[in-house]
T-cell receptor
Framework: DVKVTQSSRYLVKRTGEKVFLECVQD?????MFWYRQDPGLGLRLIYF???????EKGDIPEGYSVSREKKERFSLILESASTNQTSMYLC?????????FGSGTRLTVV | EDQVTQSPEALRLQEGESSSLNCSYT??????LFWYRQDPGKGPEFLFT???AGEEKEKERLKATLTKKESFLHITAPKPEDSATYLC??????????FGGGTRVLVKP
């Protein structure tokens, strides 16, 4: 089974902090994605990557950046966290049999 | 603009009471329609992929169908463990998924 591991289940950060959310997959998939999920808004795509060092903006990239230095790791960066970035963050990969999601990181910015 | 809408937003069922969830979409060039189940505090778990109108897939008490404009997830004789949020998503050009808002299903014993 494909494993998508997000390093933290819960995070609490202060406004203005730089925040790193890490995602690691073990199946050599090329495509990786970062979504955020909010009540009433569903899942929205922030960024995705189709290869090492390649990235593309999703639907809501403002306030975020990403890094993909190795194929198995895709990091989401909040350069200066704000309270409106409090959300559930989900990482996913795309393989031959479809998309696999991690368990999510619930981030609270205070 | 491509979009997907799920209804109802929430559904309360008695154990054994069958029902259907709707996912309607407007998209040009549909490459796949996906159904996921999500439990509280967890990531979505893959259920089905449908690729063409008329296709059906089944798994235990769940059956997904697809037409040219919508997909249905039928839950037959549900049990309390079927309580979850069910998400549909489509894949158009490229590899990204666009999600609907989900249907929260609660099955009471």
């Amino acid at each position: 089974d494909v494993k998508v591991t997000q390093s933290s289940r819960y995070l609490v950060k202060r406004t203005g902090e730089k925040v790193f959310l890490e995602c690691v997959q073990d199946m050599d998939h090329e495509n990786m994605f970062w979504y955020r999920q909010d009540p009433g808004l569903g899942l929205r795509l922030i960024y995705f990557s189709y290869d090492v060092k390649m990235k593309e903006k999703g639907d809501i990239p403002e306030g975020y950046s990403v890094s993909r230095e190795k194929k198995e790791r895709f990091s989401l960066i909040l350069e200066s966290a704000s309270t409106n970035q409090t959300s559930m963050y989900l990482c996913a990969t795309l393989g031959h049999y479809g998309y696999t999601f991690g368990s999510g990181t619930r981030l609270t910015v205070v | 603009e491509d979009q997907v809408t799920q209804s109802p937003e929430a559904l309360r069922l008695q154990e054994g009471e069958s029902s259907s969830l709707n996912c309607s979409y407007t998209v040009s060039g549909l490459r796949g329609l996906f159904w996921y189940r999500q439990d509280p505090g967890k990531g979505p778990e893959f259920l089905f992929t449908l690729y063409s109108a008329g296709e059906e897939k089944e798994k235990e008490r769940l059956k997904a169908t697809l037409t040219k404009k919508e997909s249905f997830l039928h839950i037959t004789a549900p049990k309390p463990e079927d309580s979850a949020t069910y998400l549909c998503a489509f894949q158009a050009a490229g590899n990204k998924l666009t999600f609907g808002g989900g249907t929260r299903v609660l099955v009471k014993p």
